[in-house]
């Protein structure tokens, strides 16, 4: 899998230098729209405490996002950024015996995910040239929104589907302090289109509340698709 993924990103790379030859790729008085989508890593377990529920941050997990930047200069481009994280969730499953339904079904789930919302900025080191190395950076907020999922159902053998016979959701929302930085490496289409590798060191600080670590550091690696006009 990783052999493939590799050759992927090297025909990506090799189609994008052909394709612009003779691009006039600039970036000032320029508005550019992004999707990001990717992972982010962590060196560190983090344990989150809720409901009397303790559930551990995955080592890695899905992230991705969207980010509008105007560039002001060819090197310098500001705006704002929202990113979504998925940081774990602890399921419990019980079954227990009724007269009426002969089992009932009991599902809890626990889960923690982060939603984070900057001031971001990319500063261009080679504009002049085709393929050009970026540092990405921002500064805001992390949101932590924890939820508590009840689900009692059982199995209809004669609908043959599961019937849901109560459902109930709870949570709260803790909000902290974000920044990061990073390095990427872009690739044009078009004057208009391009693609990145991009990495980054994330630090977030973390809701006492529920967890006695005081930051969520990450290492974050995402694809990302631009589009400027």
Same mark, same amino acid.
């Given at each position: 899998? *990783? *052999?493939?993924?590799?050759?992927?990103v090297f025909c990506l790379a090799a189609v994008s230098a052909?394709?612009?030859e003779g691009l006039n790729y600039q970036f000032k008085d320029k508005f550019e729209a992004s999707l990001l989508l990717g992972s982010a890593i962590r060196n560190e377990i983090?344990? @989150?405490? @809720?409901? =009397?529920?303790?559930v551990s941050a995955d080592k890695a997990s899905f992230s991705g996002g969207v980010q509008l930047l105007y560039y002001f200069t060819n090197h310098l481009g500001l705006g704002m950024e929202?990113? !979504?994280?998925?940081? +774990?969730?602890? *399921?419990?499953?019980?079954?227990?015996?009724? #007269?009426?339904?002969?089992?009932?079904n009991e599902d809890i789930t626990k889960r923690v995910s982060l939603t984070q919302l900057f001031v971001a900025g990319t500063f261009v080191i080679n504009p002049q040239n085709k393929v050009k190395f970026y540092m990405p950076f921002g500064g805001g @907020?992390?949101?932590?929104? %924890?939820t508590d999922e009840f689900r009692a159902w059982y199995h209809d053998?004669?609908? #043959?589907?599961?019937?849901?016979l109560y459902k109930r959701s709870s +949570?709260?929302?803790? %909000? *902290?302090?974000?920044f990061y930085a990073g390095f990427g490496i872009e690739f044009?289409?078009? =004057?208009? %289109?391009?693609?990145? !590798?991009?990495?980054r060191y994330s630090v977030a600080r973390l809701p006492e509340a529920i967890t006695e670590s005081e930051t969520l550091k990450s290492i974050e690696v995402f694809l990302k698709f631009s589009f400027r006009a």
């Amino acid at each position: 899998m *990783k *052999k493939f993924l590799a050759v992927c990103v090297f025909c990506l790379a090799a189609v994008s230098a052909v394709m612009a030859e003779g691009l006039n790729y600039q970036f000032k008085d320029k508005f550019e729209a992004s999707l990001l989508l990717g992972s982010a890593i962590r060196n560190e377990i983090v344990d @989150f405490t @809720f409901y =009397n529920t303790d559930v551990s941050a995955d080592k890695a997990s899905f992230s991705g996002g969207v980010q509008l930047l105007y560039y002001f200069t060819n090197h310098l481009g500001l705006g704002m950024e929202l990113m !979504l994280h998925s940081l +774990g969730q602890e *399921k419990q499953e019980s079954l227990r015996p009724s #007269e009426i339904y002969y089992y009932i079904n009991e599902d809890i789930t626990k889960r923690v995910s982060l939603t984070q919302l900057f001031v971001a900025g990319t500063f261009v080191i080679n504009p002049q040239n085709k393929v050009k190395f970026y540092m990405p950076f921002g500064g805001g @907020f992390a949101f932590y929104r %924890t939820t508590d999922e009840f689900r009692a159902w059982y199995h209809d053998y004669y609908l #043959e589907e599961d019937i849901t016979l109560y459902k109930r959701s709870s +949570g709260d929302t803790y %909000t *902290k302090a974000a920044f990061y930085a990073g390095f990427g490496i872009e690739f044009p289409y078009s =004057n208009s %289109t391009s693609w990145s !590798l991009e990495s980054r060191y994330s630090v977030a600080r973390l809701p006492e509340a529920i967890t006695e670590s005081e930051t969520l550091k990450s290492i974050e690696v995402f694809l990302k698709f631009s589009f400027r006009a």
